[in-house]
């Protein structure tokens, strides 16, 4: 690990400012990504700026219904809420099925939010990789890449996003609320966050440098049943091959998104249209454009039929 300096911030507005000061500075709360990043010396801060003691640790309910999350607020306390239990059920399944306990306990909402899109050849510094030194090339393309993206792909990078909770917000329609040096807030829908590669893989959400994350607001609840399924190569602590999250009312309607395919959560609302019609119809819409390789391409049958088994439990709820 190479040496940095650290400091414990003491507001938002101080936070990203001191972020702005540094552009190789980086904010830090669990760290469960991070840390591990910066031991391997692919995330090089010279600046640690603490960001645990500004108070975003509440869920609390919005005027409209919803509920805002706190940056901060670890995993395992989000999932747990009797709140989140009952009316964002999908958002709870979509946790507790991503890494482990453990770590659960430590990863924050924003945190959770920022983990790097990667794959093997993103952590091996010894083949080439756009999102860690771009200009490089991508070592998995042309390489073995089963695991990795099948759709919104570009010659510069064939990465998935790893996480699972925000799969889950995608289907909910959450808002990510931020913050910024010169205290300019915005909100900024969920499916507009994460980017895709491009020819700037590095470049992973549309944050500003020194913009900070405050909270994740939920919409009014949506109703209907919640499902989380998740396709992995072992029953704990792996990245999804496929997973859907899925919130589907009693006359066949809902929300999908896809998880594992994707440099971002993958939804596509035209899609969802063709639910009352199955699974098969749902994918070809989903899964238009597709560019599997030959290692992957049985993920966009596995799309079709994990998203089948959710549809299926559906009509048996």
């Not at 001191?18 to 591990?36: S, V």
């Not at 994740?216 to 496929?242: E, I, Q, T």
């Not at 019609?277 to 391409?297: F, I, M, Q, R």
Request: proline share 6%; glycine share 10%.
């Amino acid at each position: 690990m190479k040496p940095f300096t650290y400091e414990r911030a003491k507001s938002p507005a101080e936070a990203a400012a001191a972020a702005t000061r540094q552009p190789t500075a980086k904010f830090i709360a669990g760290g469960t990504n991070l840390l591990d990043l910066m031991k391997l010396q692919i995330e090089t801060p010279t600046h640690l700026i603490d960001v645990n003691g500004l108070g975003f640790d509440k869920i609390e309910t919005t005027p409209e219904g919803g509920l805002r999350i706190g940056a901060l607020v670890r995993n395992t306390a989000l999932a747990a809420d009797a709140r989140v239990r009952r009316d964002y059920a999908v958002l709870t399944r979509a946790i507790v099925a991503g890494a482990s306990g453990q770590l659960r306990n430590k990863a924050t909402t924003a945190g959770n939010l920022l983990q790097r899109t990667r794959c093997p050849y993103f952590y091996d510094t010894a083949q080439p990789c756009n999102k860690r030194q771009p200009g490089s090339g991508c070592g998995a393309i042309g390489g073995y890449s089963r695991q990795l993206a099948v759709i919104g792909v570009s010659d510069a990078c064939i990465a998935t996003y790893p996480g699972d909770m925000a799969v889950a917000m995608r289907v909910l329609d959450a808002t990510v609320e931020t913050v910024k040096a010169d205290g300019t807030k915005r909100s900024i829908p969920i499916a507009d966050f994460h980017r895709l590669p491009g020819t700037t893989p590095h470049v992973e959400t549309v944050l500003a440098p020194g913009e900070l994350i405050t909270a994740v607001v939920l919409p009014k609840p949506l109703g209907g049943k919640h499902y989380y399924r998740k396709v992995r190569d072992r029953a704990s602590y792996a990245f999804a091959l496929v997973s859907v999250a899925a919130v589907i009312q009693p006359d066949g309607t809902g929300h999908v998104a896809v998880g594992g395919i994707a440099h971002k959560p993958w939804r596509v609302e035209a899609a969802e249209k063709e639910l009352p019609k199955g699974a098969k119809a749902v994918a070809a819409k989903l899964l238009a454009g597709a560019k599997p390789t030959e290692d992957n391409a049985f993920k966009l049958k596995l799309v079709e039929r994990t998203l089948g088994a959710v549809l299926a439990a559906a009509k048996k709820a």
